[in-house]
């Protein structure tokens, strides 16, 4: 069974600040992705990394994909309240099934 | 530019009713996925399917929940005799392939069992 574990679970932080959120595995994934959702919506993808060592930037996130494709990083430079969301990653098998992580509830105060 | 369409967004059922989910795939995508989210929770696998066929059902409890995506229409994911520990947020997704292919989520429909 392949796992995903988040980390931190919940993150509270003021606007301006920097935060990095982590997401690991024990197991290779052929991609990995990262989404945010926000309450009583469905998952908006963010970005797809695929190759190992992999770094993505998209304005002020930037997302790293493991050099053994098994762990990624989501950094956020100086947050803002339009941050706030649950942020999710999953890791994508070879036959197209993905393991999603439990996510990591932010919140940016203003 | 019509997303991953899912109805109905909200379904009270009493216990023992059944429930039915929709779900149609963005045009072009004939792969869809089923996930279920409990509060404050990730997204857990439920069933793969692709059209007419069932490729991965691994997330699917063994009694009372079906999927089919038939040829026409949308993919139906079914609870028959719901019970109150059936209530959460059931998504679906789709997508071009399988592999790299990046799954886009429907809205989801919340299920609350009375």
């Not at chain 1, 997401?23 to 959702?37: D, G, H, I």
């Not at chain 2, 005799?81 to 809205?107: K, N």
Request: glycine share 10%; net charge positive; aromatic share 10%.
């Amino acid at each position: 069974t392949q796992l995903l574990e988040q980390s931190p679970q919940f993150l509270s932080i003021q606007e301006g600040e920097n935060l990095t959120v982590y997401c690991n595995s024990s197991s290779v994934f052929s991609s990995l992705q990262w989404y945010r959702q926000e309450p009583g919506e469905g998952p908006v993808l963010l970005v797809t990394v695929v190759t190992g060592g992999e770094v993505k930037k998209l304005k002020r996130l930037t997302f790293q994909f493991g050099d053994a494709r098994k762990d990624s990083s989501l950094h956020i430079t100086a947050a803002q309240p339009g941050d706030t969301g649950l942020y999710l990653c999953a890791g994508v098998s070879g036959l197209g099934k993905s393991t999603f992580g439990d996510g990591t509830t932010l919140t940016v105060k203003p | 530019n019509a997303g991953v369409m899912q109805n109905p967004r909200h379904l009270v059922r009493r216990r023992g009713q059944e429930a039915r989910l929709r779900c149609s795939p963005m045009k072009g995508h004939s792969h869809v996925y089923w996930y279920r989210q409990l509060p404050e929770e990730g997204l857990k696998f439920m069933v793969y399917l692709q059209k007419e066929n069932i490729i991965d059902e691994s997330g699917m409890p063994k009694e009372r929940f079906s999927a089919e995506f038939p040829k026409e229409g949308p993919s139906i994911l079914r609870i028959q005799q719901v019970v109150r520990g059936d209530s959460a947020a059931y998504f679906c997704a789709s997508s071009l392939g399988q592999g790299v292919y990046e799954q886009y989520f429907g809205p989801g429909t919340r299920l609350t069992v009375t």
